[in-house]
């Protein structure tokens, strides 16, 4: 701060909640009675003298400060008598400030062009942003985007949570949606034991064929190929493989129980040894 004022604040008056403030301006002589430092003066009057005169230059050399007119870029130090630049110091020795700006221009389009070849565009504040690790997420500062208002975070929940719904596991969506659906058979377990066993059988094996479904197809992938080149280089064995385990499934289910049998032979038995 060059021009210092008071900042002692004055009690609220009229019961107010606000206190003045005295704002008096610090003259020169005070800060000088306070500041025994000679560097810290020094650089006090720099910045002063540099912040009163527009067209004040700093040497780069020697760090005297002197007025110079902008019409002639080209400053001789009175100090040291180094030449430098008004609007440049020393930036292009022994080089115009033309061909100085030329040569930075064709340097910045090169940077630019780099840039956009390593870099992403923030698309809140638009600034590049290079990632050479880790996840393909990035988060900007909330100080280079501003803070996040309740109302878009709220929309962000609403965007994620449907993108969980409609691309996440089907499998687990078919299983909480047949789990509830299974639920209307509660009446049918209740009333009798045979429709509670095909109700059990017809509803609630639904959501577990339904999540087994993937784990079959994934367990199931590996032999497709096997299964495919048996097919097409053997397919009479393929075709007798196939109904003899056709033939087998049906002889289990004509085969009658071993109970039926007995009560079968109980029926037959005649005279004394009948059954009772």
């Known amino acids: 701060m060059v021009y210092p004022t008071c900042f002692f ?18 003259q020169a002589t005070d800060l000088r009675a306070l500041i025994t430092s000679e560097d810290v003066w020094t650089k006090y009057e720099k910045f ?17 400060v002197q007025v110079s007119a902008a019409a002639n870029p080209t400053i001789s130090c009175d100090a040291c008598r180094q030449v430098y630049c008004f609007s440049h110091s020393n930036a292009h020795p022994g080089m115009s400030c033309a061909d100085y700006e030329k040569a930075r221009r064709a340097e910045d389009k090169l940077n630019h062009a780099k840039i956009s070849q390593i870099a992403k565009f923030c698309p ?88 087994m479904v993937p784990v079959v197809i994934v367990l199931a992938l590996p032999f497709l190929p096997f299964v495919l080149v048996a097919s097409y280089f053997w397919p009479e064995w393929m075709q007798q493989f196939w109904q003899n385990q056709n033939e087998g499934t049906e002889a289990e289910m004509d085969v009658p129980s071993v109970a039926a049998r007995g009560r079968g032979a109980e029926a037959d038995l005649s005279g004394p040894y009948q059954s009772v």
């Open 124 to 211: 809140g504040c638009k600034s590049p942003v290079e990632k050479s690790a880790g996840c393909a997420g990035a988060q900007m500062s909330e100080a280079a985007v501003g803070k996040p208002s309740f109302a878009h975070k709220a929309m962000m929940f609403l965007f994620r949570l449907a993108l969980c719904v409609i691309f996440g596991p089907p499998a687990l969506v078919l299983t909480l949606a047949c789990s509830a659906l299974a639920c209307c058979c509660v009446p049918c377990l209740i009333s009798d034991r045979d429709s509670a066993v095909s109700a059990f059988l017809g509803c609630f094996c639904v959501s577990g064929w339904v999540f």
């Open 9 to 26: 604040a004055f009690p609220p008056e009229d019961g107010g909640a606000v206190p003045s403030t005295c704002h008096a301006a610090i």
């Open 48 to 64: 002063k003298f540099n912040k009163e005169h527009a067209n004040a230059r700093e040497c780069p050399h020697c760090h005297h």
